[in-house]
């Protein structure tokens, strides 16, 4: 069996389904229901039994938004990770913007306030101006008592008649590791209105 998984923002499961696998191949439909899916950033999981033998770095994990993108409108890409400098953990976060109405346009040269927070408690506050390439990167040290797990960004324009535009995402942990698990899903969302 392969278990899907749906979780909202808030690190919460909100559908799960289990799903036959014959011959390597698992197919299935995961209905998204407006009574129970709002508008926001979701993270699709997979796994099987066996999986679950090796630990939450074989699992597969996408991260998608849910929602009719409004005229332009940012999307975000993220990468983040954890390493010790100096007896510390320190968060790096590397995001990448770019405008729904155009994919390959990036969000060049805007001026952002970028904030971070686990939880409901905030960790990093900065203003910082977008790379040509639509890229913002940093770092910053985490406190004894966050573990990074479930890092949220927000990211506000600050340019003039673009304060309305505010992207908050999930910013999850990856870790890099050599596998000998190889799990490439093909997922097709329809959305029924």
Known sequence: MLYVE?????SQMVRRVSIKVKEGVARGQIPLPAS??????????AYTNWMQNFGEDYVFNQRF????PAKESWLVKSAVNVSRVADKDVVNVDLKLTKTNNLNSPVALKKVDVRIYEGRYYLYKEVMQTGIDGSLKF???LKAKVDGRILRARIQSLEKGETDKIIRCR??????????C????????????
């Open 139 to 141: 770092s910053q040290a």
């Open 65 to 68: 938004y849910l929602g009719i």
């Open 6 to 10: 749906l979780d909202n923002d808030s």
């Open 36 to 45: 129970i899916f709002r508008e926001g950033g979701y993270t699709l999981r």
């Open 182 to 193: 190889n799990f490439c899903p093909r997922a097709v969302i329809w959305l029924r209105g």
């Open 171 to 180: 910013l999850p942990l990856t870790v890099t590791k050599t596998s000998t």
